[in-house]
Structure formats: structure tokens, C-alpha cells
């Protein structure tokens, strides 16, 4: 990065610190993860240069000859990967891609039905705050009080009381595999559009690690980084018949031109998707959630749901005598970076939540596996055991630097060369 130092030593100064940090902390952020070599050199190419309103063929500029064939690319790999009958890959993140879907099939003030916010359900699924809970009639569902888990038949009940036009099925911090069957047969009872959210798990779905909800779903959004590993960008997956709705709601509907070199990284992980190194990670990434969800249940932490088939966890601190936000302020200064969460039936402040969500997706990628997992566990609990003691937090944070030197992450392994320190 010479010429970065070269015009902006402060950038320079800042991006290298945050290699650091990504290099030396144990990253448990359940939509954060690590991109290959290959991926950042896409994410910076030159195709950053290009402006290209349209689609392959029918572009408002010249010059699109390689473009098309860019984007084409990485729409014929998601339409393999997924078994998609159509894919747009131009939404520039999870929020307009879900934005796009409401354009293309709602008025204002229609009804929509997802999973509450502080249930595990995402901003853009109706939450009074995001403009898909002010410009619709936003309902939601809730977790079961007692199972901490989706009761489908409270969703087929509310589903027929809200008669919604559309019904979304997706999260961003529920703990289990949903059953997009049962959501199929509650969006046909109301003659409702099937929405499914699969930004999160779409890397295991991918990988074979997880159900796929193309089979039974009109449409489906996803971001490409998180656990698929992919630049910050999403994609839109729907039906043949929906294919027009969705490519004009994209364009001109919400934004100009896509961002052509986060295409080509679109493009690239998307391969690197389908393979059985890939396929090998997804599983492990399960794996490693289920140890890490056993080992802290065994030490004392309550976990909603009890555990966890997916790649993150959701932890209630409520018998810790500690408040989420504590806990990661703590923690991030102990080298293990995750987030505080709201739980079910949470007492407390959204931006003060009883609990800490955690994900394994950016440790797998690292090479982290059962082994150290454990591990992990046992460093998390005697943060949370003893949140201000400071000699403990430096510790830790040492041993989490000596784990991550062991597990060199993606993109980053020319740290040790010249290691910080040493």
C-alpha cells in the first residue's frame, strides 16, 4: 500500500492498524468473516472506475463490453450455486436488496409479516425505526416465551389475522434452522409472498451446511460477505416469473449504477464457493458453533434455545450480573470482539441489552476448530466472571494474540512476516 503512504499517511496509519486488530483479536462477530486475497484484489481493481446504469446488454453507457461479461459471471455462479432461476447481483448490501423486494411487490401502507427485532429479526423486516416498518404496515411475530424458539402455529395464526402481501422468513440472531416448509404452507394459506432473508446462513446453504429455502421461496435476498465469505455486497434470488419485478426495482427503483469491481468480487467468491474446500469450512463453521454453545452452557451461560444448529449463538447475561454492552467492552479489551444483542423478552435498553451474540464464521475461516473452540470458551468465562480485572483482560488479550498467530487469517498471513512486537 506505498501509494496510499505516499498521498494519505493517515489512512495508511489506519488501515495498517486494522489489519492488526483483525489479525491479532479473535473475531467472533456473527456477520463479519475474512475474504481471500483474491477477493480484496477484485474489491480494488479498476473496475471501480466504471459506471454502468443497466443491465449486460442493455447498458445507459458504452464501453461495457468487459462489464457485461463481469456480471454475467457472477450471476451464472449464483444461479449454479443456489439452483436460482434468476439472480441480480447489483444491490449494493442487504438493506436495499430487501428495499427492493417491498418496491416490487408493495404499495406504501401494504402489510408485511417478519420476526420481531428484538426477537432475532432484522431492521428491515418492519422495525418501527427502519423505513420498512414506516412506510408499511409492519406486523411481526415473536419467539416463544418459554422455548425461546419459533412457534409456527402463533405465525400461522397471525398470519391469517394480518392477511400480510408479503412474508418474510430470516434473522440475523435466531440460533436454529428455520423450516421454510412451514413457511411455504402459512404464505399460501394467506396467499402471501414468500421473503426469505438468508444474508446470514447463505454461506452454509452454499456449503451444504444448511437447508436451502430456494425451493420453497418467491423470492430470496442475501448478502456476499458474512459467512459467504464474499465484498460487502447482496444479491436478489426469485423465480423466473418475478425476474422483471425485481431487476426494475433494483434499477432504476432504488439506485444507479452498480459497483462493477464489487461485482467481480461477487464473482470470485462465488467460486471459491463452489468447492470442497468451501464445503469443508461451512460444516466446520457448524461444528465449531455447536462447541462453543456446548462449552459455555457447561460453564454456566444460558444460551436462548439451548444451544444452536446454525454459525451463532445468542447468550442471555442475565444470571452473570452483567449487562451485554459490559460484557463486550470487556471482552474486546481481553482481544475477543463480538456484540451485545437484545434477547427474547429483553428488560433491558436496546443499546444496553441483557445479552452477547457471538458467530464462528471469520474463526473458521482462520482455521480455528473444536480444540479451540473450548479454548475460547473458557477465556470468554473468565472475562465475564471478572469483567475489571485488568491484569486479566491483558492476559487474555495476549493469549488470544498467540491463538491467532498459531491460525494466520485470510489476506492477512503477511503480518508475520513483520510481526508488531517482535
Do not use: W
Amino acid at each position: 500500500m506505498q501509494h496510499v503512504k505516499d498521498i494519505d499517511p493517515e489512512i495508511h496509519s489506519l488501515i495498517k492498524q486494522e489489519e492488526e486488530r483483525q489479525a491479532d483479536k479473535i473475531r467472533l462477530i456473527a456477520s463479519e468473516n475474512y475474504v481471500s486475497r483474491a477477493v480484496l484484489e477484485a474489491t480494488g481493481s479498476v473496475l471501480t472506475n466504471k459506471y454502468s446504469e443497466g443491465y449486460a446488454g442493455r447498458r445507459y453507457y458504452e464501453g461495457q463490453q468487459i462489464i457485461d461479461q463481469v456480471e454475467n459471471l457472477a450471476i451464472n455462479r449464483a444461479k449454479k450455486l443456489f439452483a436460482a432461476e434468476h439472480v441480480n447481483v447489483q444491490p449494493y448490501s442487504g438493506s436495499p436488496a430487501n428495499l427492493a423486494v417491498y418496491l416490487a411487490f408493495l404499495n406504501p401502507g401494504d402489510t408485511i409479516l417478519g420476526m420481531a427485532l428484538p426477537h432475532g429479526g432484522h431492521l428491515t423486516h418492519g422495525a418501527q425505526v427502519s423505513i420498512s416498518g414506516r412506510y408499511f404496515n409492519a406486523q411481526s411475530y415473536q419467539l416463544d416465551r418459554h422455548t425461546g424458539r419459533l412457534n409456527y402455529e402463533q405465525i400461522r395464526a397471525t398470519a391469517h389475522a394480518v392477511r400480510p402481501k408479503i412474508l418474510i422468513a430470516g434473522h440475523s440472531a435466531y440460533p436454529r434452522i428455520l423450516d421454510f416448509r412451514l413457511f411455504r404452507e402459512i404464505a399460501d394459506e394467506v396467499q402471501a409472498l414468500l421473503m426469505v432473508d438468508m444474508a446470514h446462513f447463505a454461506g452454509l446453504v452454499a456449503g451444504g451446511a444448511h437447508p436451502s429455502p430456494l425451493p420453497y421461496a418467491d423470492v430470496v435476498t442475501s448478502t456476499t460477505h458474512k459467512s459467504l465469505r464474499g465484498p460487502r455486497g447482496a444479491m436478489i434470488l426469485c423465480r423466473a416469473e418475478h425476474a422483471q419485478a425485481i431487476d426494475k426495482a433494483v434499477f432504476p427503483g432504488i439506485q444507479g449504477g452498480p459497483h462493477d469491481n464489487t461485482t467481480a468480487a461477487i464473482a470470485v467468491a462465488l467460486k471459491e464457493a463452489d468447492t470442497q474446500a468451501f464445503r469443508d469450512y461451512a460444516a466446520q463453521v457448524v461444528r465449531n458453533a455447536a462447541t462453543l454453545a456446548e462449552a459455555l452452557m457447561a460453564k454456566g451461560f444460558t444460551l436462548i434455545t439451548d444451544g444452536t444448529d446454525n454459525h451463532l449463538m445468542l447468550i442471555d447475561l442475565s444470571n452473570k450480573g452483567i449487562s451485554g454492552k459490559m460484557a463486550s467492552r470487556a471482552l474486546d479489551q481481553a482481544g475477543i470482539v463480538l456484540n451485545s444483542n437484545a434477547v427474547p423478552f429483553d428488560q433491558r435498553k436496546p443499546f444496553d441489552p441483557s445479552g452477547i451474540r457471538l458467530g464462528t464464521p471469520a474463526v473458521t475461516s482462520r482455521g480455528f476448530k473444536e480444540e479451540e473452540m473450548r479454548t475460547v470458551s473458557e477465556m470468554i468465562a473468565k472475562v465475564v466472571d471478572d469483567p475489571g480485572n485488568h491484569q486479566l483482560l491483558a492476559r487474555t488479550a495476549a493469549q488470544a494474540r498467540e491463538l491467532c498467530r498459531a491460525h494466520p487469517a485470510p489476506g492477512l498471513e503477511h503480518l508475520l512476516q513483520v510481526a508488531p512486537g517482535d
